[in-house]
């Protein structure tokens, strides 16, 4: 097979492939597993892959790290040539042409944003930068709480085939409650494509599985402690994803309130626990678990109680590492 890919932005870390060869007696196929970790989005990619061999092993795993390069240069925050950068900082009614891709991603996201009453919401960048500048002393006034929440409002981006533009000048999107997901659905779809039986990653804490994988087991941070395991359970395929403030949150003073922001008020979540999510897909986890925890338990579970048709578990944990509720496929 010949394929080309283009450069990494960026750095890795190591590769081990291990080759494991069938009986001397009978010939098999060879079977091999490849490793590989990489800085991707600002934090930690692993790459697990099985294959029947180690040119397809090989491949799986660069075509899922490439797939990663790809989304992150569509919906990134911090490379100025993205689409969403491009976006972000185009003059106020001016379409800009953007990927079919991104087109999708963005319309994705706003059926989420719609079907949880704004509790996802990827329009919220600027409430998001303001209240972590709230660690250098300038936390937001009322004021401009309230102008950005009216610039978010859902007919401020408007959405075309191949093009998008904000219609006020304060709407910024920020794609870091849902770009990992689409990172991993494509990195999983091309890696399956490129020979994978199976494909394990770790994004940054959100797990995907996905071809013909056995069992293994996943473990839940405690939400205080993020390299503290507080459970575990069995998991063979989709994905895994967990919102809450162990790995960071905003110090005002001496008191840590949450990152989380809520895009219904404007304000920091006041649920401090953790919310994780499993589901087939990890857009879904992504936008979920975000949305389940700025919603907090009991309206959580009002929501997925009248939304029976979306096949996701979850699965809250209070802030002192108590299970607060949880769905059938995570009780026990």
């Known amino acids: 097979m010949n394929t080309q890919f283009r450069k990494p932005r960026r750095k890795e870390w ?6 494991l060869f069938g009986s001397r007696c009978a010939p098999q196929a060879e079977a091999a597993e490849a490793h590989r970790v990489v800085l991707a989005m600002g934090t930690r990619l692993e790459v697990a892959v099985t294959a029947q061999n180690a040119d397809d092993a090989w491949l799986a795993t660069e075509t899922a790290i490439q797939a990663v390069d790809e989304v992150e240069g569509r919906l990134s925050n911090w490379l100025e040539d993205s689409d969403v950068s491009r976006i972000n900082r185009a003059e106020v009614g001016r379409w800009i042409q953007v990927s079919r891709e991104t087109v999708e991603d ?9 079907e949880t009453q ?19 002393g300038r936390l ?10 009216i610039a ?27 770009g990992k997901g689409v990172a991993l659905r494509e ?9 994978a039986e199976c494909i394990t990653l770790n ?88 949305a389940l925890f700025v919603m907090g338990p009991e309206a ?14 979850a699965l809250w944990i209070s802030a002192e590492g108590r299970v607060i509720w949880a769905t059938p496929g995570f009780e026990g």
């Open 14 to 19: 190591w590769l081990v492939v291990f080759v």
């Open 106 to 114: 963005l319309v994705s996201a706003a059926t989420w944003r719609r």
């Open 118 to 136: 704004r509790a996802f919401d990827p329009a919220v960048g600027l409430l998001i930068r303001s209240w972590l500048s709230g660690e250098r």
């Open 140 to 149: 937001p006034e009322a004021a401009d709480i309230e102008e950005w929440l």
């Open 152 to 178: 978010g409002n859902a007919e401020n981006l408007q959405i075309e085939a191949d093009r998008v533009r904000r219609t006020h000048g304060l709407l910024s999107l920020d794609t870091g409650a849902f």
């Open 187 to 195: 990195a999983a779809i091309g890696a399956v494509e490129a020979g």
């Open 203 to 290: 994004f940054g804490g959100q797990v995907m599985r996905a071809g013909r994988c056995g069992e293994i087991v996943v473990s839940i941070a405690d939400p205080q402690e993020r390299m503290s395991e507080i459970l575990t359970f069995p998991m063979a395929v989709g994905s895994l994803a967990t919102s809450g403030n162990s790995e960071r949150g905003i110090m005002v003073g001496t008191e840590n309130i949450s990152h989380i922001i809520d895009p219904r008020t404007g304000l920091p979540s006041s649920f401090l626990g953790s919310v994780t999510v499993l589901a087939g897909d990890p857009v879904t986890a992504d936008c979920l678990s975000t």
């Open 300 to 313: 959580g579970r009002i929501w997925l109680q009248d939304h029976p048709t979306i096949d996701v578990e």
